[in-house]
């Protein structure tokens, strides 16, 4: 399978803190996607981040990746209740997206 | 805003029946995705489409098949439904020829077969 992977599958924190997401990814990509998902919804796409860049930011999200060690973290900073969900990693394959299996963050107030 | 719509939210359906989950996008997309998924698997794509007639296999097809008749509509059928068939199914969209390929999702479909 060349289905990524997330690390870690589940993160319970307190408002206010960061969290940090992990993937890793098999193949070379064009760039690497980061989704949210809400419980029993569909998925909504955060952000992009080019295999030519290293850093992104979007609001208080902090994206970035090492093609080298093929991997991608998704920092969320200062979190609140509402950023729980899931969240999915997704990298590029052509017109394709192979999807991480996800981390379950709680965000307790 | 881009809009994907999947014709039924629940659904249950009986061992051996055919089942038909519809998807539908309103933003002149030219690719369509179906995936499923399950707990502790991720999302898995079963079939995708680049344009009207066109399909291909994804990951796991086994016991599914795809329609598209018109580009803004792309079916999965379950041919005979079986119980490891039960899970939620999502469709997504996105334009093609571009180099960043953001995907759409509409809001997914639980299907149980009993």
């Known amino acids: 399978s060349q289905q990524g992977e997330e690390d870690p599958q589940a993160l319970s924190i307190q408002e206010g803190e960061n969290a940090t997401m992990n993937c890793s990814y098999k193949?070379?990509?064009?760039?690497l996607q980061w989704y949210r998902q809400n419980s029993g919804r569909g998925l909504v796409h955060l952000i992009l981040?080019?295999?030519?860049?290293r850093e992104k930011h979007s609001g208080r999200l902090r994206v970035t990746l090492d093609t080298s060690k093929k991997s991608s973290s998704l920092l969320i900073t200062a979190s609140r209740a509402a950023d729980t969900a899931s969240y999915f990693c997704?990298?590029?394959?052509?017109?394709?997206?192979?999807f991480g299996t996800g981390t379950r963050l709680q965000v307790f107030p | 805003d881009v809009k994907v719509t999947q014709s039924s939210r629940y659904l249950v359906k009986r061992t051996g029946e055919k089942v038909f989950l519809e998807c539908v996008q309103d933003?002149?997309?030219?690719?369509m995705f179906w995936y499923r998924q399950d707990p502790g698997l991720g999302l898995r794509l079963i079939y995708f489409?680049?344009?009207?007639?066109?399909?291909e296999k994804g990951d796991i097809p086994e016991g599914y098949s795809v329609s598209r008749e018109k580009k803004e509509r792309f079916s999965l059928i379950l041919e005979s439904a079986s119980t490891n068939q039960t899970s939620m199914y999502l469709c997504?969209?996105?334009?093609?020829?571009?180099?960043?390929?953001?995907?759409?999702f509409g809001p997914g479909t639980r299907l149980t077969v009993l």
């Open positions: 997504a969209s996105s334009l093609s020829g571009v180099q960043y390929n953001e995907q759409f």
């Open positions: 193949t070379s990509i064009n760039n």
């Open positions: 981040i080019r295999s030519n860049e």
């Open positions: 997704a990298s590029d394959n052509t017109d394709k997206l192979i």
């Open positions: 933003m002149d997309h030219e690719n």
């Open positions: 489409s680049y344009d009207v007639k066109m399909k």
